[in-house]
Nanobody
Framework: QVQLVESGGGLVQAGGSLRLSCAGS????????MAWFRQAPGKEREFVAA???????YYADSVKGRFTISRDNAKNTVFLQMNSLKPEDTAVYSC?????????????????WGQGTQVTVSS
């Protein structure tokens, strides 16, 4: 099983930007679909973005046009560039990895998860 470690979270003012990283170890992620999910206090975990092994990308409507997911297979790392941040983007952001096929939007289709990184957007 792959180990995933997120970094790059923090406190930012509304309208600002952050870049999250998710570094994998234990196996290559190049053939994995990767995704970012987030969970705000008192809310259910929700899909944010995903990238397949052929770099097709998918986004939640709430972040489309503001967030960009990308991957660097040489570094075994996936990124989430977040621009024009809003207070409602405040959450713990977690990355996930999946081998094989499945619904990229469903958390249940991912078999490896990181611990998460806190993103707080102040108004």
């Amino acid at each position: 099983q792959v180990q995933l470690v997120e970094s790059g979270g923090g406190l930012v003012q509304a309208g600002g930007s952050l870049r999250l990283s998710c570094a994998g170890s234990g196996r290559s992620l190049s053939s994995n679909a990767m995704a970012w999910f987030r969970q705000a206090p008192g809310k259910e975990r929700e899909f944010v973005a995903a990238i397949t092994w052929i770099s097709s990308t998918y986004y939640a409507d709430s972040v489309k046009g503001r967030f960009t997911i990308s991957r660097d297979n040489a570094k075994n790392t996936v990124f989430l560039q977040m621009n024009s941040l809003k207070p409602e983007d405040t959450a713990v952001y977690s990355c996930a990895a999946r081998r094989g096929s499945g619904n990229v939007f469903a958390a249940t289709s991912y078999d490896s998860w990181g611990q998460g990184t806190q993103v707080t957007v102040s108004s």
